[in-house]
């Protein structure tokens, strides 16, 4: 993951992205412009931590639409929408595929400062949580069938003979499979085991 975050900009007009770049320099942040909607498409990487300044009306593919494709390949990136002939209704439907802001132009430069940064602490924590999900389900994936298992019932609650009964095994099998479990889940209590559990049913 790309820790740096980054300013995606994309608007036609060439005086909004150098006014939009030196606002966003000005506060420490680094910005790539685009001047065509495909070209930011092409150059787009989804580890990047960053977000998205998207004007709404553009020849070709208009903003709504780039946020229409980036939501179909998965990418989840914050978007502030600008636009100088916004209406009702596309705002509606920006809010409503997750967008962080509504901004007309000429914006209004501490709006938008106050946008980005709450724009950039999300894409942050949405980084960080993608990461312990893909650490977690990597360790889940070292677990056997049995193991995985008995892992379920620990998490319900189960003491070690319940659990040999129901899974016709000794007590000492089920005391087995859990230290190997603790082991590859890298965990040391049984309410590791229940947080991890948790975050993957939040995940899914």
Do not use: W
Request: a negative charge; glycine letters at 4%; proline letters at 3%.
């Amino acid at each position: 993951m790309m820790l740096e975050p980054v300013v995606f900009l994309v608007d036609d007009d060439l005086a909004v992205r150098d006014s939009l770049s030196l606002l966003i320099k000005s506060i420490g942040l680094n910005v790539i412009a685009y001047e065509h909607p495909q070209a930011f498409l092409d150059d787009y990487d989804a580890s990047q931590v960053g977000c998205l300044i998207l004007d709404i009306r553009m020849p070709g593919i208009s903003g709504l639409t780039i946020q229409d494709i980036l939501k179909q390949k998965g990418y989840v990136i914050p978007i502030i929408f600008i636009t100088g002939h916004g209406d009702i209704a596309q705002c509606t439907r920006a809010f409503k595929a997750g967008a962080v802001d509504f901004l007309t132009k000429p914006v209004d430069e501490q709006s938008l400062i106050d946008s980005l940064q709450m724009a950039i602490k999300s894409s942050i924590e949405l980084h960080r949580q993608s990461k312990l999900n893909a650490d977690v389900h990597a360790k889940l994936s070292r677990l056997s069938e049995r193991e995985n298992e008995v892992l379920h019932l620990v998490v319900e609650g189960m003491p070690n003979k319940v659990i040999a009964d129901k899974l016709r095994v000794s007590t000492r099998t089920v005391e087995s499979h859990r230290a190997k479990l603790f082991e590859k889940l890298e965990v040391s209590s049984l309410a590791e085991c229940v947080r991890i559990q948790l975050s993957v049913a939040k995940s899914i």
